[in-house]
């Protein structure tokens, strides 16, 4: 009888994970298949005949590709050539913030229970699972602004950890809106300098504040950062 309860309770710990993995690695050979992100011309002339619908197939065209991990890079420039700054940002901020959301729920319930037991006697995951819950806000903000932590990884990785959905997906939409605003705006410039021979000051404007904004909210995510993990250590050799 005890025999088939650990069956059973193996047989929980992997068919979730298992499923997922089978899920991811299917739509991104799907999506590959299929040329989505690669072909930055051919993509935009498809969502451009799409006339009122392209914003509606642009958005579901994306919600694959983060499911997928496909980086998102390439939709932002897609955004900024054909929609413009105004809609471009505003449908990446969107389509970005509830494709990561689902990445999240999608690896806390699928992954979360299974990882939490088999790394139950590690002591750094142990540290690290603590630190998302007491600093989720922190951690989320800067891995979502430094441009070294892939953003397609960190959907699902943090569905693994203890950080809160509401934690989660407020500052990953606020700190993920200054690289989104960098890349849309940036191509919506370029494409007016090829197609009018003119570069629009306005949006250098833009572009030179949310850089120097960017560069502010690192520095000062960072200094706070330590300064709690400082105190933690003091807190802890007492």
Request: proline share 3%; hydrophobic share 50%; glycine share 8%.
């Amino acid at each position: 009888m005890n025999e088939n309860n650990q069956k059973n309770e193996r047989f929980k710990d992997w068919w979730k994970p298992v499923v997922l993995i089978i899920v991811i690695v299917t739509l991104f050979v799907v999506m590959n298949l299929y040329g989505f992100g690669q072909d930055i011309e051919e993509l935009q002339h498809w969502i451009q005949a799409q006339g009122f619908w392209g914003p509606i197939a642009f958005f579901i065209i994306y919600l694959g590709a983060v499911v997928a991990t496909i980086p998102g890079t390439i939709f932002g420039v897609i955004a900024g050539g054909l929609f413009g700054s105004l809609v471009g940002v505003i449908l990446i901020s969107i389509s970005s913030t509830v494709g990561a959301s689902i990445c999240f729920l999608i690896a806390r319930y699928f992954a979360r229970d299974t990882v939490a037991r088999w790394l139950s006697k590690n002591k750094t995951m142990k540290r690290l699972d603590e630190l998302t819950e007491n600093q989720g806000m922190m951690i989320v903000g800067l891995t979502r602004l430094i441009p070294l932590f892939p953003f397609t990884l960190l959907n699902y990785g943090f569905g693994l950890t203890k950080v809160s959905f509401k934690t989660y997906v407020f500052w990953s939409w606020l700190c993920m809106l200054p690289g989104t605003i960098i890349v849309v705006v940036g191509t919506d410039a370029m494409t007016q300098e090829l197609t009018q021979g003119r570069f629009p000051l306005e949006l250098l404007g833009v572009l030179f504040v949310t850089c120097f904004a960017l560069g502010l909210i690192v520095w000062y995510s960072r200094r706070k950062l330590n300064e709690k993990r400082k105190n933690r250590e003091q807190q802890d050799e007492k």
